[in-house]
């Protein structure tokens, strides 16, 4: 815990520890924050706090692949936010995260009809705010999808919705994951050495985000495109 009296800034400062657990992956040390934030956000009655700390919840629950649960958690979220229209258009970013997570789940468990139904939510709400950052990760989402559906020229299509979104936020988070994947198709277009060149981008950014999750979708991209190539040899 950490030793704050105030209450909005410990709630602050839980979730921004909470954000960076997300972004390294970490399940264990969540868990804690999202407890002590929760506790604040019921005790003081914040609803809107609530509704976000719920979300979070609810990946701490798909990290340890407990699917039902997650998307109940998620599904309370987005209801905390839709109690009038004022609050639904005020934290519509809260729900499209929220929708995003629940295309995740479709997406892990290989219903990838249901996934991008979830992702198109989320990018339709991004997209009325200008959320680049947001769109980047559900475009970059509801590519994967379409990938692992093996409808590849709509993969492309996100994904380059999504470097079109990355270039102008600029930042690393996820970006290896959108190399690696956009490489994989590059290669399977007949495309190698470019595809090729995209894998070890997405290595070494991976390595400087030191995110086990990344890092484990480049090597498992590496592996494919191994695979790829010999079986066009063969």
């Not at 699917?67 to 209801?79: K, P, Q």
């Not at 839709?82 to 995260?97: F, P, R």
């Not at 086990?212 to 040899?233: G, H, Q």
Request: net charge negative; proline share 0%; hydrophobic share 40%.
């Amino acid at each position: 815990a950490i030793d704050i009296q105030d209450d909005d800034y410990a709630l602050e400062a839980y979730k921004q520890m909470i954000y960076y657990c997300i972004q390294v992956s970490e399940a264990g040390k969540m868990k804690e924050y999202i407890q002590l934030a929760l506790d604040i956000a019921i005790r003081r009655n914040y609803h809107k706090e609530t509704g976000i700390i719920l979300r979070f919840k609810g990946l701490y629950h798909i990290l340890l692949e407990e699917y039902a649960l997650a998307r109940e958690l998620l599904t309370s979220s987005i209801n905390t936010f839709t109690i009038s229209k004022e609050v639904a258009e005020k934290y519509a970013l809260n729900m499209a995260a929220a929708y995003n997570y629940i295309g995740e789940i479709y997406r892990l468990t290989d219903d990838y009809d249901q996934a991008i139904d979830s992702y198109e939510k989320a990018i339709e709400i991004g997209k009325s705010k200008n959320a680049y950052t947001s769109l980047m990760v559900f475009y970059i989402n509801a590519g994967q999808t379409m990938y692992h559906k093996e409808d590849y020229d709509k993969a492309m299509e996100y994904l380059d919705l999504a470097k079109g979104c990355q270039s102008m936020v600029d930042i690393l988070w996820k970006k290896a994951i959108l190399d690696a994947y956009l490489g994989l198709i590059h290669i399977r277009g007949k495309n190698k050495a470019q595809g090729l060149k995209m894998i070890k981008t997405a290595e070494v950014e991976a390595k400087k985000m030191k995110n086990p999750d990344e890092i484990k979708i480049v090597a498992w991209a590496k592996e494919e495109a191994f695979y790829i190539i010999n079986a066009e040899d063969i």
